[in-house]
């Protein structure tokens, strides 16, 4: 099993930064990429960054060049940097853990912190 814990979600005014942290515990070497996603009231869940464990990233195409995601393999922990915060960028976001094994993918998720934008 795979444990994550978000932290660092908060209120912003448009243009500042923010930084979540994940910290992984249980079998976190066994996931193949973390990354984060989001969900906005009345939207469904979506990508917001992902890294593998080769390094190889992937971005959103509208929070790319703002976020940025990296991991700290000694703390089991992964961040992502949010600078030029926009008020749609307002959600809740989810760490998440997820691995490919037969070609079948597993997710695990955080319980989510709140990141709100404000004008």
């Known amino acids: 099993q795979v444990q994550l814990v978000e932290s660092g979600g908060g209120l912003v005014q448009a243009g500042g930064s923010l930084r979540l942290s994940c910290a992984g515990s249980?079998?976190?070497?066994?996931?193949?990429?973390m990354g984060w996603y989001r969900q906005a009231p009345g939207k469904q869940r979506e990508l917001v960054a992902e890294?593998?464990?080769?390094?190889?990233?992937n971005y959103a195409r509208s929070v790319k060049g703002r976020f940025t995601i990296s991991r700290e393999n000694a703390k089991n922990t992964v961040y992502l940097q949010m600078n030029s915060l926009k008020p749609e960028d307002t959600a809740v976001y989810y760490c998440?853990?997820?691995?490919?094994?037969?070609?079948?993918?597993?997710?695990?998720w955080g319980q989510g912190t709140q990141v709100t934008v404000s004008t």
């Open positions: 890294m593998f464990n080769r390094g190889s990233t």
């Open positions: 249980g079998n976190i070497f066994s996931v193949d990429a």
């Open positions: 998440n853990g997820a691995k490919w094994l037969s070609g079948i993918r597993s997710d695990y």
